[in-house]
């Protein structure tokens, strides 16, 4: 599975937009592109994950690059709760839940 | 209801003990995992599951031996503990291993080993 560069840190004001970049640049066709997160003290929780088209659900967007290279994952209105390390992985059809996290983006919502 | 529960939350124990680790999921999933978090918070994967046959080991000793009587648990057991066992250990479902499908993950269980 390729590998994702996330920056290390990143704050965010209560109720204003989050935009966490990730950079994807040796991605093959068959990658998808998964958003989890890890609130402290607890398990993982996906978040979002597409192929090439931008995708939104409830809780994120996702855009993903025309060239597949790069995704930026949205959080529309951050609360204090979206406080969590975010991890942008890349991940095979084939890959039987191997996901390769990487070290994630450590975002920090202040009031 | 817990989606993914795992026992026990804390463990503490001694370096040489043989303990275990249980987990359920209750979605239905055919596939099962094991993931460890270290100290330096990176999570990898030990283990896959599908249908109670063993699909992914990545290396890990042979002191770790899962074990997968239904389709709804998968536990490991970890015999001789060593210091650097002490880790978090997560336990995760998803529906189906191959293809594109969210991996839904416990809460984790903390285990130190003295």
């Known amino acids: 599975d390729a590998k994702t560069t996330q920056p290390t840190s990143m704050d965010c004001a209560e109720g204003r937009a989050a935009n966490l970049p990730c950079n994807h640049s040796t991605i093959s066709g068959n990658e998808y592109v998964y958003w989890y997160r890890q609130i402290h003290s607890q398990g993982p929780q996906y978040i979002i994950h597409?192929?090439?088209n931008n995708e939104t659900n409830e809780m994120a967007s996702l855009i993903i690059t025309e060239d597949r290279k790069s995704s930026t994952l949205i959080l529309p209105h951050a609360t204090l709760r979206d406080t969590a390390v975010y991890y942008c992985i890349v991940r095979g059809d084939d890959s039987w839940g191997k996901l390769q996290f990487g070290a994630g983006t450590q975002v920090v919502v202040t009031p | 209801d817990t989606a993914v529960s795992q026992t026990p939350k804390y463990l503490v124990t001694q370096m040489g003990n043989d303990k275990s680790i249980k987990c359920e999921q209750n979605?239905?999933?055919?596939?099962m995992y094991w993931y460890k978090q270290d100290s330096k918070k990176f999570l990898k994967i030990m283990f896959s599951?599908?249908?109670?046959?063993?699909?992914i080991n990545e290396t890990v000793p042979n002191r770790f031996s899962p074990k997968s009587p239904d389709k709804a648990h998968l536990n490991l057991h970890i015999n001789s503990l060593e210091l650097g066992d002490s880790a978090v250990y997560f336990c995760?479902?998803?529906?189906?291993?191959?293809?594109?499908?969210?991996?839904?993950f416990g809460e984790g269980s903390r285990l130190t080993v003295l």
């Open positions: 995760a479902s998803s529906r189906t291993g191959g293809g594109a499908g969210e991996l839904f």
């Open positions: 979605l239905g999933h055919d596939t």
């Open positions: 599951y599908n249908n109670k046959e063993l699909i």
């Open positions: 597409g192929l090439k």
